[in-house]
């Protein structure tokens, strides 16, 4: 089974230039979440998706930030304008269906490396 | 607020035992995780338990915890040098979103 895929893996970018992440999900998994890891932090939750709806974005900051999974499989993950601490790894995961307390497993892509300067 | 807490930095010796911490604040997480982060890679699920467990064991990983303390462990028998790596714990929450701790570093020597 293809695990999840996510593109590009590096990105290095000067400020207030614009970025985006594609992320493709394992296949038939419903739930898709974006993290942002910062160096020496645990992963953050920005968006959770269930199919091609928000269930989640208290997180995600909205005026720069964006994310969009039209069709309920791949998603795109933009910042806009990018700032130094947008410096992170943004991580794609996946579960298989809406989370019942948590009971169902993410897995993780390998994550796209950004590098803002 | 929900909030994990971890030690940073863990060195044992291969052969020996790892044993890794993590403090947690949310009473009403139902489930806990134990994530394998090595560099340049996604984060691998290594093991979870339900709230209502006290011991999950799963190979040479046994997990602990302890609800009244909201302490949770990972210990890592056999130690070997590919264990090394950030062993990341989160918490699942309402609508089972993950927090998760900074991570703690196990170094492995030989």
């Known amino acids: 089974e293809a695990g999840v895929a996510q593109s590009p893996r590096y990105k290095i970018i000067e400020k207030r230039q614009s970025v985006a992440f594609w992320c493709n999900p394992i296949?038939?998994?419903?739930?898709l979440y974006w993290y942002q890891q910062i160096l020496g932090q645990g992963p953050k939750l920005l968006i959770q998706f269930q199919n091609n709806g928000v269930v989640d974005d208290s997180q995600l900051p909205k005026d720069r930030f964006s994310a969009e999974r039209l069709k309920g499989v791949d998603s795109t993950l933009k910042i806009q304008p990018a700032k130094l601490e947008d410096s992170a790894v943004y991580l794609c995961?996946?579960?298989?269906?809406?989370?019942?307390?948590?009971?169902?497993?993410?897995?993780f892509g390998p994550g796209t490396r950004l590098l803002v300067l | 607020g929900e909030d994990v807490e971890q030690s940073l930095f863990l060195s044992v010796r291969e052969g020996d035992s790892s044993v890794i911490n993590c403090t947690y604040t949310?009473?009403?997480?139902?489930?806990l995780y134990w994530y394998k982060q090595e560099p340049g890679a996604g984060l691998q699920l290594l093991t979870y338990i339900f709230s209502n467990m006290d011991m999950k064991q799963d190979q040479r990983l046994t997990v602990l915890l302890n609800k009244k303390d909201k302490h949770l462990s990972l210990r890592i028998a056999d130690t070997q040098t590919g264990d090394s790596a950030i062993y990341l714990c989160a918490e699942a929450g309402y609508g089972g979103k993950l927090t998760f701790g900074t991570g703690t570093r196990l170094q492995v020597t030989l």
């Open positions: 995961a996946s579960s298989l269906a809406p989370p019942r307390g948590g009971g169902e497993t993410q897995y």
């Open positions: 296949s038939g998994h419903a739930t």
């Open positions: 949310d009473s009403s997480s139902t489930y």
